[in-house]
Nanobody, 113 residues
Framework: QVQLVESGGGLVEPGGSLRLSCTASGHTFEWKSAAWHRQAPGKQREWVALITQSGWTNYLSAVKGRFAISRGSDNNTVYLQMNNLTAEDSGVYYC???????WGQGTQVTVSS
């Protein structure tokens, strides 16, 4: 059984940065594509970023230029670097392995002064 575990969320002031991590544990697992999603209170979950097995990346327009998705060298961890955060970035962030259909449990990001 594979589990995706997110970490790195927290409270940050507007303009600050956070780096989220998503590590796969359990049965032997190799990331193919990986994605991050987020869900703000009272809103639907939305896709934020994608990285393919070849390394191609794509982003929600609202985060383009501020967020960066990447994979660790061990191919066991996926990261989301988030810079210049605003209150609109607050929410629960989830990682996903789209090819295998796995989701993490989410990590809370709160941007507030």
């Amino acid at each position: 059984q594979v589990q995706l575990v997110e970490s790195g969320g927290g409270l940050v002031e507007p303009g600050g940065s956070l780096r989220l991590s998503c590590t796969a544990s359990g049965h032997t697992f190799e990331w193919k594509s990986a994605a991050w999603h987020r869900q703000a209170p009272g809103k639907q979950r939305e896709w934020v970023a994608l990285i393919t097995q070849s390394g191609w990346t794509n982003y929600l327009s609202a985060v383009k230029g501020r967020f960066a998705i990447s994979r660790g060298s061990d191919n066991n961890t996926v990261y989301l670097q988030m810079n210049n955060l605003t209150a609109e970035d607050s929410g629960v962030y989830y990682c996903q392995a789209p090819a295998q259909g796995y989701w993490g449990q989410g990590t809370q990001v709160t941007v507030s002064s």
